[in-house]
């Protein structure tokens, strides 16, 4: 039996009670420091793998998971042009490939990923490494057979939980913070139902954290309380989309209680059937930025949008995408848009953009003309 089989085994048969929830709040603990360490190994070579590293291009990165043979490499091909190997046998595509799409002016980054089978959290069929290729996208798409049972989505789902990737869900909300001592000091605004402060003394310690400040901001679990100090080590939250293959071979009636599933898009690969759905879903959930430029005594340049993403969409964001230059002469920015009261409106470098705003860049004593093409604001700068 495993050191993980013991944990599990110890924690089944202890009794929950003020007397034991330290004790099991410890053992919670210690064994996600344990699943983590099986999962990334300090070696670093959990992604690691001939055919699995690949370079990150574009503003976002969508990579596709599922079984083999349920039609990723048709899906692939059709959306990007890039040839993925297809065939009507299992584990066709043997490496990750790569291909991009360009989609409302952003470039996105696509990802044909190996199939994975159940047990690929435990290192089945190279899992660990699909996984953590998946671990780095910016969105998943876990693709499906409507023809087999939904319980492939239910096992998928438990594989990337097992390596930490929480999908379509939110962090806890749990400020924890370390202090260089005062002990452990626990604060809540809501009434907690489903931990003691035994329990989060008790998660910590195994931790060997000491000295912190935690406030419980919502009606939280250990299990949440161990993915915010875990956040740092292995969990990450990433949205998905339920992409439902092969609508060709159902009945309208089959497809109506598709459409019922959350975050699900039915699809036709072969025929490219719904994928302006897809599409739209996509672009939703990546929630990205597109800001157009506005050079003085012109009209904005909407042909080449600056993309970013919604974590990192302020001015000087917007600035350092186009050329770190800009900010050493920088004095303000003029914007139109939504994220504005007035157009166009004065703001600083803080100020956050929001979809379709335009902007226009001051700097020191005279207008920025913006310059898209990269050589020409070096030669701008020169």
Not at 192 to 210: C, D, N, Q
Request: hydrophobic share 40%.
């Amino acid at each position: 039996m495993s050191v993980v089989d013991k944990i599990k085994a110890e924690m089944a048969k202890t009794q929950k009670n003020k007397a034991t929830s330290y004790h099991l709040g410890q053992l919670k603990a210690k064994l996600a420091k344990l699943k983590r360490d099986l999962l990334m190994p300090s070696s670093g070579g959990g992604g690691g793998g001939v055919g699995f590293d690949v370079a990150k291009t574009g503003v976002a990165r969508v990579g596709f998971v599922g079984f083999p043979s349920v039609g990723k490499s048709t899906l692939m091909s059709k959306l990007t042009g890039t040839h993925s190997e297809v065939g009507a046998y299992e584990f066709t595509t043997l490496t990750t490939v790569p291909g991009v799409i360009q989609h409302k002016g952003a470039k996105i980054q696509i990802l044909d990923l190996p199939g994975i089978i159940e047990g690929a959290k435990d290192g089945k069929g190279r899992g660990r490494q699909v996984i953590a290729v998946a671990r780095t996208c910016s969105l998943i798409f876990i693709v499906l057979d409507v023809l087999k049972p939904m319980t492939d989505k239910r096992i998928i789902e438990k594989e990337l939980e097992g390596f930490g990737i929480r999908l379509n869900k939110k962090p806890p909300a749990i400020i924890f913070k370390k202090k260089e001592k005062g002990g452990i000091t626990i604060t809540n605004t809501v009434p907690l139902t489903h931990i003691t402060a035994e329990e989060v003394k008790a998660v910590l310690s195994e931790y060997r954290i000491h000295n912190a400040d935690v406030t419980f901001k919502e009606d939280a679990t250990i299990d949440d309380l161990i993915d915010i100090v875990e956040i740092r080590y292995c969990s990450i939250y990433i949205p998905c989309i339920y992409v439902l293959n092969k609508i060709d071979q159902i009945s309208i009636e089959e497809l109506d209680l598709i459409y019922k599933i959350p975050n699900a898009v039915p699809i036709c690969a072969n025929h490219e059937w719904n994928f302006d759905e897809l599409l739209e879903t996509m672009w939703n959930k990546l929630d990205l930025v597109r800001v157009y430029t506005k050079p003085k005594g012109q009209l904005p340049d909407y042909t080449q949008p600056v993309v970013l993403t919604s974590e990192k969409a302020t001015v000087e964001d917007f600035c350092n995408s186009i050329h770190k230059a800009i900010l050493e002469q920088f004095k303000c920015a003029y914007v139109w848009g939504s994220s504005v009261k007035h157009n166009p409106q004065k703001v600083g470098k803080d100020h956050v953009l929001k979809d379709e705003d335009v902007v226009q860049i001051v700097k020191n004593n005279a207008e920025l003309t913006f310059l898209i093409a990269t050589k020409e604001i070096e030669h701008e700068y020169a």
